[in-house]
């Protein structure tokens, strides 16, 4: 690979860095070329994007973002697979769990991923991640908070008026 192909890749990763909010680094070493083409194929029917670069041409990417990735280093050794996704970090891992399946040595294996610049590093971040709401699902929830005093007002008021006048129908026939 020539210099003017690496500096190509390094500033398209750059971009993708800098424009993605969400991204996943896997390690894909061991995997067969099946495994690889089903892996792509789902990849692909959920609208996430996968490739397999040199670490040391993430590295020379993840320097040139404005956030700090040099946390991100130790991940960044072996085999690396990248994982974009424009939606929420949450469907990358919904991909790669439904991807694994029941499988004991799941690959390909987590590595890190970043989530709107919070880093997460190691195989124990990767329940926290399948956990972790939207943020759609935040304000679903905040709105469905805010509308709970009132609706129970509301139906308070409504109900009240109904049994008083409930009430009054029947001592009035007694």
Avoid at 30 to 53: D, P
Avoid at 68 to 77: C, E, N, T, V
Avoid at 109 to 120: P, Q, R
Avoid at 133 to 161: D, F, H, W
Wanted: net charge positive.
């Amino acid at each position: 690979m020539t210099r003017e192909e690496k500096s190509q890749i390094i500033e398209e990763l750059a971009d993708k860095f800098a424009n993605t909010g969400f991204f996943f680094v896997t390690d894909a070493s061991g995997m067969t070329v099946a495994k690889v083409n089903s892996f792509r194929r789902l990849c692909f029917e959920r609208g996430i994007e996968y490739k397999v670069y040199k670490n040391t041409l993430i590295k020379k990417a993840l320097e040139r973002q404005a956030t700090d990735y040099s946390s991100f280093d130790p991940a960044l050794k072996g085999f690396s697979g990248v994982l974009f996704g424009n939606n929420s970090g949450k469907e990358i891992a919904k991909l790669l769990k439904d991807f694994y399946g029941k499988d004991k040595n799941p690959k390909p294996a987590f590595k890190g991923a970043s989530i709107d610049t919070s880093i997460f590093i190691g195989a124990e971040q990767f329940e926290t991640l399948l956990t972790l709401k939207t943020k759609n699902e935040l304000i679903g929830e905040i709105v469905g908070l805010l509308q709970s005093p009132a609706k129970n007002v509301i139906s308070g008021l409504q109900g009240g008026g109904h049994k008083i006048a409930g009430i009054l129908k029947t001592l009035s026939e007694r």
